[in-house]
């Protein structure tokens, strides 16, 4: 799919997404809370194996630089809103994508289900100014 807009280092984006056919995608607080833990593990230019969750294991492995700056974040019951600055090129789309993967895969391993679990790719807008609505 193509993107109606460029990401471009040194900007800000509105990013968010949500369910398939507006389902839950937070059950409880510990969907959120893996939710907001992969915030962190998946903005790195290095892989990291999300198996080992433990915090040691976290922060004793070399993370690399970052992709994005997370200014911001809003967990729903159907979906999510995060404010990204893009840090390096193509840092929000490989961000975005080993996180909306990393959620998924955690979900419907844990409420034994298959497919989509995002209506669609993730939606972006860019901030062009700097003014609160």
Same mark, same amino acid.
């Given at each position: 799919?193509?993107?109606?807009?460029? &990401?471009? %280092?040194? %900007?800000?984006?509105?990013?968010?997404?949500?369910?398939?056919?507006?389902?839950?995608? &937070?059950?409880? *607080?510990?969907?959120? #809370?893996?939710?907001?833990?992969?915030?962190?593990?998946? *903005?790195?230019?290095?892989?990291?194996?999300? $198996?080992?969750?433990?915090?040691?294991?976290?922060?004793?492995? #070399? $993370? +690399?630089?970052?992709?994005?700056?997370? +200014?911001?974040?809003? @967990?729903?019951?159907?979906?999510?809103?995060?404010?990204?600055? /893009?840090?390096?090129?193509?840092?929000?789309?490989? &961000?975005?994508? $080993? @996180?909306?993967?990393?959620?998924? !895969?955690?979900? *419907?391993?844990?409420? /034994?289900?298959?497919? $989509?679990?995002? %209506?669609?790719? &993730?939606?972006?807008?860019?901030? /062009?100014? #700097? %003014?609160? !609505?």
């Amino acid at each position: 799919m193509t993107r109606l807009i460029k &990401f471009a %280092e040194g %900007e800000y984006y509105h990013i968010y997404s949500r369910g398939v056919d507006k389902r839950s995608i &937070f059950l409880c *607080n510990q969907d959120k #809370d893996r939710f907001v833990k992969l915030l962190y593990l998946c *903005n790195s230019e290095k892989a990291l194996d999300i $198996r080992d969750l433990s915090k040691e294991a976290v922060l004793s492995s #070399d $993370r +690399g630089e970052r992709l994005v700056d997370i +200014g911001a974040y809003c @967990l729903m019951t159907n979906h999510f809103h995060l404010l990204l600055y /893009e840090k390096a090129e193509g840092g929000i789309s490989a &961000f975005m994508l $080993r @996180l909306l993967t990393s959620y998924s !895969m955690y979900f *419907n391993k844990r409420y /034994e289900r298959t497919g $989509r679990l995002f %209506e669609s790719s &993730f939606k972006a807008k860019h901030l /062009e100014v #700097d %003014e609160v !609505m």
